[in-house]
C-alpha cells in the first residue's frame, strides 16, 4: 500500500470515530462545539504517558481515551445545566479553554508542539475504528438508542416515562468525549506530532458537519459524513487550486437538498 | 386507597391552581375529574406525576408518600398518565415509542443496555408489537410518531402508557377532538383496560363519556373541590350547575 493511499485511510479511520464522538451528544440533543478539545485531550494525554512512562502506545491510547472520557463526565455536570445554543456557547468555550492551557504547557511543548514518537500502525488504527463503529451500532440496537432520542425529543416526558434524562444526557456527552479523546490518542501516535493549534473550534465544526451532512437520523450517517469529508477533498486534488471550491459548492448543494442529511430513517418515507 | 391526595395546593405567581385538594381513589376505581376550563384539572395530574412541585399537601400512592418524589420513580411505581396535548416522541417510531415506556418496569443500568433492536424475536419488541396489534395499531408500527393522524396519535399515546404496566392510569381529556366512533372504540378500549384491573382516573369534558365510563366524580372550580359525588348524580348537583352554566339567578 502506497504512504499516501494509507494516509488518506488512517484519516478516514480517525475521522469515522470523530463522527461518532460529535454523533452522540448530537443525538441526545447536544450541539458540541468543544469536541476538538477532546481530541487534544486525548491525544496530549496519551503521548504524555507514551513519552514520559514509556507505556506502549496501545495502552496510553487507552489511557487518552480514559482522561478524555473522565474530564467530559466532569464538564458534562456544568455544561447539562445548559440548553440549545447556550450548550453550544459552552462547549465552544471550553475548546477556547483547553487549547490555551495546553499552548501555554510547556510539559508538552506548548506552542511549538509535541512529537509522539511511539508509533501506531494502520492495522491498529483500523481496528479501533472498526470496533468503535461496531459498538455505536450495538449501543443504538439497544434502549439506550431510543432512549437517548426520546430525551432530546422531549426531556419532560421522557422524564415521565421513567427514564433518568439527566444521566442520558451525560452519558451520551462522555462517551462522545472518550470517543474524541480516542481519535486523538490514535492520531498523536500514527502521524507521531501533535500541534495544539489545530485542535481549535474551526476543528470542531468540521467534525460536527460530518454528522449534519451524513444525517443524525441513523447510525451510518455519520459515517457516510466522515467519509465525504475525507475522501472528496482528495478526489478533487486534479483540480489543484478549485478543490476546495467545489468541494464547498458540493456541500452546500447537499445541504439544501437534504437539509435532514443524506441518510434518512427510513419510516420518514412510509406515510 | 391506591391513590390519595391530602390537602393539595399550588400556586402560580398570586393564581391559587389548586387549592387544598383532598381525594381519594379506591383500587381498580374509575375516577373523573371534571371541572370548567381553567379549574386546575391538568395541574392535579402534573402534580401528581411529578411535573410540578406541590406548594403544600401530600400524594401517596399505594400508602407511600411520593410527594417530592422525581417524575421517573412515579412512573417506576405504576403511575402512568397521557397528555391534553399528544406528546409522543415524534422522532422515534410507534413501536420506538410503546418501547420506551417498558423500560418504567424494571429500570437500571443493566435494562437500559437491553437490545431492542433485533428483529421481531426480540422479546420487548415482540411484546411492544402485541399491544399494539391487540389496539388495532400494527399496521403503524414502523411509522414515525410526528407523521400519524391526531386520533391514532391519542391510541398510541394510551398504548404507551400501557406499556409502563401502570397500576394507575391518569387520562388527560382522552375523548377530546376524537368523532363518535372513535370515542365509542376510546371507550371499549378503556373498559377492557379498567376489567385488567388499572385504576382510572380521568379529565374530561364529554359527560356522556364520563357517565359511562366512571362510577365517581370529583368536580373542580377555582382549584377547589366544589362536589364529590356518583356519576348518575353529577347533574342534580345545584354548584356543578352553577359551576357549569353560571347561576340561574343571574341568567
Redesign the interface.
Known amino acids: 500500500m502506497s504512504g499516501y493511499l494509507e494516509s488518506v485511510l488512517v484519516l478516514l479511520a480517525i475521522n469515522a470515530i470523530l463522527a461518532y464522538a460529535a454523533f452522540l451528544p448530537m443525538v441526545a440533543g447536544q450541539l458540541n462545539l468543544g469536541v476538538a478539545a477532546f481530541v487534544a485531550i486525548g491525544a496530549y494525554s496519551a503521548g504524555y504517558c507514551s513519552n514520559s512512562f514509556s507505556v506502549h502506545p496501545v495502552p496510553a491510547a487507552l489511557a487518552g481515551t480514559a482522561v478524555a472520557g473522565a474530564i467530559g463526565w466532569l464538564v458534562a455536570f456544568p455544561i447539562l445545566r445548559t440548553r440549545g445554543i447556550y450548550l453550544a456557547l459552552a462547549t465552544f468555550a471550553l475548546n477556547q479553554m483547553v487549547q490555551g492551557t495546553i499552548l501555554n504547557l510547556d510539559v508538552v511543548g506548548g506552542a511549538s508542539g509535541y512529537p509522539v514518537p511511539a508509533h501506531i500502525g494502520f492495522a491498529v488504527v483500523a481496528a479501533f475504528s472498526l470496533a468503535v463503529i461496531l459498538l455505536v451500532f450495538l449501543a443504538f440496537r439497544t434502549r439506550f438508542g431510543i432512549s437517548v432520542t426520546a430525551v432530546s425529543d422531549d426531556e419532560r416526558v421522557a422524564d415521565l416515562m421513567g427514564l433518568s434524562v439527566r444521566g442520558l444526557q451525560s452519558a451520551a456527552f462522555t462517551a462522545g468525549a472518550a470517543l474524541a479523546g480516542l481519535a486523538g490518542a490514535l492520531y498523536a501516535h500514527h502521524f507521531n506530532y501533535i500541534e495544539a493549534q489545530n485542535y481549535g473550534v474551526l476543528f470542531s465544526i468540521y467534525i460536527v458537519l460530518y454528522v449534519l451532512l451524513g444525517g443524525t437520523q441513523t447510525v451510518y450517517g455519520p459515517l457516510l459524513g466522515a467519509a465525504v469529508f475525507t475522501l472528496l477533498p482528495e478526489l478533487l486534488r486534479g483540480s489543484a487550486a478549485w478543490r476546495y471550491v467545489i468541494f464547498a459548492c458540493l456541500i452546500i448543494a447537499i445541504m439544501s437538498l437534504r437539509p435532514q442529511g443524506v441518510i434518512l430513517k427510513r419510516a420518514w418515507f412510509s406515510k | 386507597m391506591v391513590l390519595e391526595i391530602r390537602n393539595l395546593s399550588k400556586h402560580f405567581g398570586g393564581l391559587k391552581v389548586v387549592d387544598d385538594l383532598s381525594f381519594g381513589v379506591a383500587r381498580g376505581e374509575r375516577l373523573a375529574l371534571i371541572g370548567p376550563n381553567g379549574a386546575g384539572k391538568t395541574t392535579v395530574f402534573n402534580l401528581i ?3 410540578y412541585p406541590a406548594d403544600s399537601g401530600s400524594i401517596l400512592l399505594e400508602q407511600s408518600d411520593i410527594t417530592g418524589l ?3 420513580y412515579r ?2 411505581r405504576g403511575l402512568a ?1 397521557t ?1 391534553q396535548n399528544i ?1 409522543l ?5 410507534v413501536i ?2 410503546v ?3 417498558q ?2 418496569r424494571a ?1 437500571g443500568a443493566t ?8 428483529g421481531r424475536a426480540n422479546r ?1 419488541r415482540a411484546e411492544a408489537r402485541a399491544a399494539l396489534a391487540e389496539a388495532g395499531l400494527d399496521a403503524y408500527a ?3 410518531a410526528g ?2 393522524a391526531y386520533g391514532i396519535q391519542k391510541r398510541v399515546e394510551l398504548v ?1 402508557a400501557l406499556a ?1 404496566s401502570p397500576s394507575v392510569l391518569l387520562l388527560d381529556e382522552p375523548a377530546a377532538g376524537l368523532n363518535p366512533a372513535e370515542t365509542e372504540a376510546l371507550h371499549q378500549a378503556l373498559e377492557a383496560i379498567a376489567r385488567r384491573g388499572v385504576t382510572l382516573v380521568v379529565v374530561e369534558h364529554d359527560m356522556q363519556f364520563v357517565g359511562r365510563l366512571c362510577s365517581r366524580v370529583v368536580v373542580l372550580n377555582f382549584g377547589c373541590k366544589i362536589a364529590e359525588c356518583a356519576a348518575g348524580e353529577i347533574h342534580a348537583d345545584a354548584r356543578v350547575r352553577e359551576a357549569y352554566l353560571g347561576s340561574e339567578e343571574l341568567a
Do not use: C, K
Open positions: 406525576t411529578g411535573v422525581p417524575s421517573r412512573i417506576r398518565r397528555f406528546r416522541m415524534a422522532h422515534l417510531t420506538e415509542n418501547m420506551i415506556a423500560y418504567a429500570p435494562a437500559m443496555l437491553q437490545p431492542v433492536g433485533f420487548w414502523d411509522a414515525a407523521t400519524l404507551r409502563a
